[in-house]
Each structure stands twice: as structure tokens, then as C-alpha cells.
């Protein structure tokens, strides 16, 4: 009778949990994770941190201490933050952040990117929006200059406390060429396609100034999409062979990582194999992983639905170690803290981060310490 009773709860449980996957036990349980991220790896692990919250909201400022050893700043190193009217250089909100980092390490994003930056100041000083415009050739020669100048003092100002720079960021379009005024939207008052008037010739000028203004900071070619789109990433790999090929400084790649649950599992494998392959550091800049990718509207975040987020990270974190050989493995950064500080939140439609917004854990941040053990 004892027997027929235990076999009888048995059955009942597993019917349940075929009929809800929320009851099974999980396998990524935040509460069980409590070995901070960093001291179960053997490489940097980071997260993007926002002006706010790091230097005025204590829960977050010491999470990401008792966590992380690196951070990017999420937006205060971009040339809008740093170059004002004129030209002129207001340090001060990166500062103030980098004064309060203490020992974390800095990742420099981003010294040159067509959006963000002080595009009005740039197009006026090379006589892009003079009447008359001035020639290819006189625009190309002053956005030079402003390039070296904009370099050497950003990049020279953080000398010692960046300890890597993505000295240029999405310099490739979705069809692998690189960006110019066709292929990029040059809409907005932020937006000037520096690789428009200097082509190809961006890429060495913009490490070279780098190198110059900074030469033991690690430089990097940062770039998106690269694990769905693999004439991108072949085109990038071509350009950083072509760098490397005219002795050009150029240390590591990053890898953006804003995926999603459905993204190609084999696509990821295949994209780290590739990047391992140039034998550069590699670096997962601005991982994370929306869980309700086509912004359903009533979305809930199911306990099933957080248990494939943590076994996406779990598996981008594997993958990581498994193809990138340890000497190469620049780090993993996750771009934001709790999922309101995402830039994909969208007021509540997704949750892509490793924390709640009350700063718990969530079963994502066990999959990526379990990758990690
Ligand atoms: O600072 C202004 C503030 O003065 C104003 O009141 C407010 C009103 O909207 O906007 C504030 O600026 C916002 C800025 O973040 C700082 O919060 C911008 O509107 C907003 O567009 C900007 O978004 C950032 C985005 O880059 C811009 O492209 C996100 O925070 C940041 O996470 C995101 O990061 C990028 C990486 O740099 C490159 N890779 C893609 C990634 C996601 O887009």
C-alpha cells in the first residue's frame, strides 16, 4: 500500500511538470549561486555601468564590485560625451566615474563610431557643411587632423587607467562593406560616417593615433551581429588580417553579443572559432539576451522562459572557453546590470540581463557562473 502510494505522488509530480515546465526543479538556481562571477573565472568579466546608478546608487555600485572586475562605461567614454561645442574636451562625468571604479578595470568604448558624437563640430571644422563644401580631398585631410586630435587626447588623458580601447566601433555594414553615406543611415544631428571621407584608410590612422596617445592599452575592433552574419564577420577578419599584414597595432576583436534565445547556437561556435583563428585577443563586449525577441506585448517572464536565458548564457560562456584559447580570452562583458538598466528593456517587454530589478540574481546568472565552474 506504502509502495502503490510513493509510485502514485511520483506520477502525479511528473504529470505536472510535463504540463508545466515552471515546477521542475532548476537546474540554474540563483540561490545557489553565490560565488561572485569574477572569482570563479580566469579572465576579466565586466559589466557596462551608467553614470547614475554607478556613482549615486549604492545596491548597484557594490553589486557590480562584489561581481565584477571590469567595467565599460556605458555611454560617458562616446565622443558626444567627451567632445562639447567647439571642440572642446569636458572630461568630467567619465572622470568622476573612473575616480570611483577603485580597483575594477576600464574598458575604453569607443574612440571612433559614426553615431553619438559631435557631428555638427566635426562636419563644420572639415568644411563638410561649409557653402561651398569644401573638396574630398580638404575634407578628407582636416577630418584626419580632427581624428589624431580627438585620439591623442582622449586616449591620452586615460593613459594608465583605460587598460583597452575599441578604437573603432561598427565600422561594417550588414553586407560587409564598410560604412559610407549610402549603406548608413546619416540622419541625425549625431551621425558622421568617418570611414565615408577616409575609406578603408580609417582603420590604420585610427589605431595608429591610438597606439601613439596610449601604447600599452590593448586596442580593439569592436562590431555586432557577427555570430548571425558571417559575411560581416568574414569581412572583418579580412580587414584585421589586412591591418595586421601593414604592421599595424591592433591587439584583440570584440564581439558585441546582443542575441537572443533563438539565436544559432552554431552560428556563436562558428563565429569564435573564426575570430580564436586570427590568434588576436578575443572579448565578448556587450553581451546580453532578449527572452521575448518579437516584443510581444504582455510578456511574462515564466520561470521556464528564465531557465532558457540562464542555459543561453550558460552556453555563450562555454562556447567562449571552449574555442578561445585561454592566452586569447580578453574577457566577457555584460552590457548592463538589472534588466531596467538595459538599453532593451523597453519599460518591461524584455528582461536581458543577469539581475532583477531589485538586484537578485536570476537563473541567467547561475548559467554563467555554472559555465564558469
Ligand atoms: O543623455 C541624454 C539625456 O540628456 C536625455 O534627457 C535623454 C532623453 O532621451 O537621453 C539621454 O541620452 C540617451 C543616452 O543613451 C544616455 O542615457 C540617448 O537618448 C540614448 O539613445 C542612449 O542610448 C545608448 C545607445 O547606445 C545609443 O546608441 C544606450 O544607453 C547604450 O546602451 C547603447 O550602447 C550601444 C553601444 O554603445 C554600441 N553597441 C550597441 C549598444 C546598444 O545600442
Redesign the pocket.
Known amino acids: 500500500m506504502k509502495q502503490h502510494l510513493l509510485f502514485l505522488t511520483w506520477a502525479l509530480v511528473l504529470i505536472a511538470c510535463e504540463k508545466d515546465p515552471s515546477v521542475l526543479p532548476s537546474e540554474h538556481d540563483p540561490s545557489a549561486a553565490s560565488e561572485a562571477l569574477k572569482d570563479a573565472a580566469s579572465f576579466p568579466v565586466g559589466a557596462?555601468v551608467?553614470y547614475n546608478n554607478f556613482l549615486a546608487n549604492p545596491p548597484y555600485s557594490n553589486l557590480v564590485k562584489r561581481d565584477f572586475n571590469s567595467i565599460t562605461l556605458?555611454?560617458e567614454m562616446?565622443n558626444a560625451s567627451l567632445v562639447k561645442g567647439g571642440g572642446v574636451f569636458d572630461f568630467s562625468r567619465a572622470d568622476a566615474m573612473v575616480n570611483a571604479a577603485g580597483s575594477l578595470q576600464i574598458f575604453g568604448?569607443?574612440l571612433v563610431?559614426h553615431?553619438?558624437q559631435a557631428a555638427s563640430y566635426y562636419k563644420a571644422a572639415a568644411g563638410i557643411t561649409s557653402s561651398p563644401a569644401a573638396s574630398q580631398e580638404e575634407i578628407a585631410a582636416k577630418l584626419d587632423a580632427e581624428l589624431r586630435r580627438t585620439i591623442g587626447a582622449i586616449a591620452g588623458h586615460y593613459k594608465g587607467k583605460v587598460q583597452a580601447w575599441d578604437v573603432i566601433?561598427?565600422l561594417f555594414a550588414d553586407n560587409g562593406a564598410i560604412r559610407n553615406n549610402s549603406n548608413t543611415s546619416t540622419s541625425g544631428s549625431d551621425v558622421l560616417v568617418w570611414s565615408h571621407y577616409l575609406g578603408r584608410d580609417l582603420g590604420a590612422k585610427a589605431f595608429q593615433y591610438a597606439a601613439e596617445a596610449d601604447p600599452s592599452a590593448k586596442l580593439f575592433l569592436?562590431d555586432?551581429g557577427l555570430e548571425s552574419n558571417p559575411v560581416k564577420l568574414d569581412s572583418l577578419i579580412a580587414f584585421v588580417n589586412e591591418l595586421k599584414a601593414k604592421g599595424v597595432k591592433i591587439d584583440g576583436i570584440g564581439t558585441?553579443m546582443?542575441i537572443s534565445l533563438n539565436t544559432s547556437r552554431t552560428g556563436i561556435e562558428s563565429m569564435f572559432k573564426k575570430l580564436a583563428a586570427t590568434g588576436l585577443l578575443v572579448r565578448v563586449s556587450?553581451l546580453d539576451i532578449l527572452v521575448n525577441p518579437s516584443s510581444a506585448t504582455g510578456f511574462v517572464l515564466t520561470p521556464a522562459i528564465a531557465e532558457s536565458q540562464a542555459e543561453m548564457y550558460q552556453f555563450v560562456v562555454q562556447s567562449y572557453i571552449s574555442n578561445v584559447p585561454s592566452s586569447q580570452r580578453h574577457g566577457i562583458t555584460v552590457?548592463?546590470v538589472m534588466d531596467a538598466s538595459?538599453?532593451?528593456y523597453q519599460n518591461g517587454k524584455d528582461f536581458p540581463l543577469l539581475y532583477d530589478n531589485e538586484f537578485n540574481k536570476k537563473p541567467a546568472y547561475a548559467g554563467f557562473l555554472k559555465a564558469l565552474n
Open positions: 557596462a551608467n556605458e555611454n562616446k568604448h569607443t563610431w553615431t553619438q566601433n561598427e569592436n555586432y558585441q546582443h556587450e552590457w548592463g538595459s538599453w532593451r
